[in-house]
C-alpha cells in the first residue's frame, strides 16, 4: 500500500529480501499469520491505519466500487465503505492460484474472483456464498499469447537465437532468485541440444557474473526485461518456481513448465497443481531439470502434450472478464445510488 501506514508499508518492503534469505522465515510467517486469532490480531494492529487510508481514497475519488487485491485489505475495506455514507461495492480478486491465505476470503464481499476451479472450491469451503464466487482466472497482461505460426522463429532471430534449436526459459523472476546460477551451470555447462534465455530479473550481480561465464551450450543473459511476453513466445518450456504470475503467463502462452522450487506457504500447493494439471514438471534439484529438458527437447508426445493442457486450463481473456464483472458491480451501485436521490 504505498499510500498506507508507514509501518505497514516497511514490512511490505521486506517481503523480498526474506524471500531472498530465508524462505523457511517467510514459511513460518505465513502459516503463524493464517490462524484465527493470529489474523484477527493482525487486524486489530494493523487494520485503523489501514482502514483509514482505505477511507481517504474513498473520500477523494468517490467510487462505486472497491477492487481489493490483498488479504489485508477485504475486511478493511468493508469497514471503511460502511462508514462512507452511502453503499458501495467490494470485490476481490485472489491472486494465489490454489491454496490461499484466510484473509482473502472475506463473506460479505459483493464478488469473489477465483483464479482456478480448486480455488473457486476452497473460498466456498470458508463459507463464502457460493452465488459471489466466480471463476475467471487470474488477471494477464494481455500481450502473453500462444505464438502465430513461423513467429517463434522470427523472435529467435531477433534475440540473436537459433530459429529451429529448442529452447529453454530460466526465469527467477523479479529479484532473481531460486538457484540460477546452478541451474544454468547445469544446463549450458556441456554442449546440448537446446539453447537457453536467462532471466536475472534485478540481480545484477548474478547477471554480470553470468555473462562472464563460457558456455558449451548456447546461452542468452538477460537482466530485467520488460519483453517477457516474446521471450516466452519464442521458447519451448520455462524453468522457474511456483510462482503464480509466471504460471499463468506461461498457460496463456501455451508453454510448458519445469518447477524448480516454491516459497513457503500459497506456493507450496501450486507445485501439484502445475503437476498434475499436466501441463509441468517438478525438478528441485538442477540434474533433475537436464533430465526433464532432454526428455522434452525431443520434441515428441510428452512436449505437445503438456503445451496442449497449458492452454486448456489458461484464461486468456481474464483481465477483460474481471474488468467487466467490475463494471458491471459498479453499474448496479451507481444505479442504486441515483434512485435514492
Not at 481514497?57 to 478493511?76: C, F, Q
Not at 484473509?103 to 464478488?111: E, K, N, V
Not at 500462444?146 to 530460466?170: H, I, M, N, Y
Not at 553470468?210 to 516474446?230: C, H, K, Q, W
Request: with cysteine; proline share 7%; aromatic share 8%.
Amino acid at each position: 500500500m504505498a499510500q498506507g501506514p508507514t509501518v505497514v508499508r516497511r514490512l511490505a518492503s521486506l517481503y523480498s529480501p526474506v524471500i531472498q534469505r530465508s524462505r523457511a522465515t517467510w514459511g513460518a510467517v505465513y502459516h503463524t499469520s493464517n490462524t484465527r486469532p493470529a489474523f484477527a490480531a493482525i487486524k486489530a494492529l494493523f487494520g485503523p491505519g489501514v482502514r483509514k487510508a482505505v477511507a481517504e481514497l474513498i473520500r477523494k475519488h468517490d467510487p462505486d466500487v472497491v477492487l481489493s487485491v490483498h488479504p489485508l485489505l477485504n475486511h478493511m475495506s468493508h469497514q471503511a465503505i460502511q462508514r462512507s455514507g452511502r453503499p458501495r461495492g467490494l470485490m476481490t480478486v485472489i491472486t494465489d492460484l490454489v491454496d490461499f491465505h484466510r484473509g482473502w476470503t472475506f463473506s460479505q464481499a459483493d464478488l469473489v474472483v477465483a483464479p482456478t476451479e480448486v480455488a473457486r472450491k476452497v473460498a466456498i469451503r470458508r463459507r463464502v456464498p457460493s452465488d459471489r464466487v466466480k471463476l475467471l482466472g487470474l488477471p494477464v497482461d494481455m500481450r502473453f499469447r500462444p505464438p502465430a505460426p513461423g513467429e517463434k522463429q522470427a523472435l529467435r532471430r531477433r534475440f540473436g537465437l537459433d530459429e529451429g534449436r529448442f529452447t529453454v526459459l530460466v526465469m527467477g523472476g523479479a529479484a532473481g532468485v531460486g538457484g540460477l546460477l546452478n541451474q544454468v551451470r547445469a544446463l549450458a555447462w556441456d554442449p546440448h541440444q537446446w539453447q537457453l534465455i536467462v532471466v536475472c530479473g534485478r540481480n545484477e550481480r548474478l547477471r554480470s557474473h553470468l555473462s562472464r561465464l563460457r558456455y558449451a551450450t548456447p546461452t542468452l543473459v538477460l537482466g530485467f526485461i520488460d519483453n517477457m511476453p516474446e521471450l516466452m513466445r519464442a521458447s519451448d518450456v520455462a524453468v522457474t518456481k511456483a510462482g503464480p504470475g509466471a504460471i499463468v503467463e506461461a498457460l496463456a502462452t501455451g508453454l510448458p513448465l519445469i518447477i524448480t522450487g516454491y516459497l513457503p506457504g500459497q506456493e507450496t500447493p501450486n507445485v501439484n497443481f502445475v503437476v498434475e494439471s499436466g501441463f509441468g514438471m517438478y525438478a528441485p534439484r538442477a540434474d533433475d531439470i537436464v533430465e526433464e529438458v532432454r526428455v522434452l527437447a525431443e520434441g515428441g508426445p510428452t512436449w505437445q502434450s503438456m503445451s496442449r493442457r497449458a492452454r486448456e486450463f489458461s484464461y486468456p481473456y481474464a483481465s477483460q472478464d474481471i474488468a467487466r464483472e467490475c463494471l458491471l458491480l459498479a453499474g448496479r451501485y451507481r444505479a442504486s445510488a441515483q434512485a435514492s436521490l
